[in-house]
């Protein structure tokens, strides 16, 4: 079993939908988790960090982490165009350690 | 805003040459890492730096790879004798984990070609 699992997609959604990206991972010893979005040949960009359980919200983005089912999420409400990038899941068991990566969900939001 | 600097952004190189990539992390930043993303693939832990010192690596960095702060801004990965398989896209990132935050931010990439 893969240590975090994560639909590689493609999804394609029309302007305006909400989306909802999803991670599975293994290990319950994991306890930071993060949301990257990358653009073609470009680095990862941080979106959401959350520690432990429970929800975030930053603007139109939200990421739920659910321990007890070892299934995290981020949804992206009034998708624009500008969202179209591959968003990575990524997790890490704490302190300053290293990222443990999904595969990567490609996703283009149609105009 | 702060951010991690990369150079170069392509590398070509032959198989068996050195080839040393270079980063600047944040400057307020104490912990640096190193990950690479062969194409299609997953993003993948190498190496992480903390005090002068390497405190964990993967499977991947073997006796090959080395990485280094020679001076307090620059922080290097150093591949002694490249193979085709290290042909990637490398990341440096960096994270400062002020009140329990270890957000790590990532540099914009060298893509290394080993022909």
């Known amino acids: 079993q893969k240590e975090v699992e994560q639909d590689p997609g493609p999804l394609s959604v029309p302007e305006g939908a909400i989306v909802s990206l999803n991670c599975t991972y293994s290990n319950s010893a994991f306890q930071y988790f993060m949301w990257y979005r990358q653009y073609s040949r470009k680095g990862p960009e941080l979106l959401m960090y959350t520690y432990s359980s429970g929800n975030k919200e930053d603007g139109r983005f939200t990421a739920q982490v659910d321990k007890s089912s070892k299934y995290i999420s981020l949804f992206i409400r009034d998708s624009q165009p500008s969202d179209s990038a591959t968003y990575l899941c990524?997790?890490?068991?704490?302190?300053?350690?290293?990222?443990?990566f999904g595969q990567g969900t490609r996703l283009t939001i149609n105009p | 805003e702060p951010e991690v600097t990369q150079t170069p952004s392509h590398q070509v190189t032959q198989m068996g040459q050195e080839v040393i990539l270079r980063c600047v992390p944040i400057?307020?930043?104490?912990?640096f890492y190193w990950y690479r993303q062969i194409l299609g693939q997953k993003v993948e832990f190498l190496v992480s730096f903390y005090n002068n010192e390497i405190s964990e690596k993967s499977e991947i960095f073997d006796d090959q790879f080395s990485v280094e702060r020679p001076d307090g801004s620059n922080f290097t990965l150093k591949i002694r004798s490249t193979k085709l398989e290290d042909s990637a896209m490398y990341f440096c990132?960096?994270?400062?984990?002020?009140?329990?935050?270890?957000?790590?931010?990532f540099g914009p990439g060298t893509r290394l070609t080993v022909t």
């Open positions: 990524a997790m890490s068991f704490g302190g300053a350690q290293k990222l443990v």
């Open positions: 990132a960096s994270s400062e984990p002020l009140a329990g935050s270890y957000e790590q931010y």
């Open positions: 400057s307020n930043h104490l912990y």
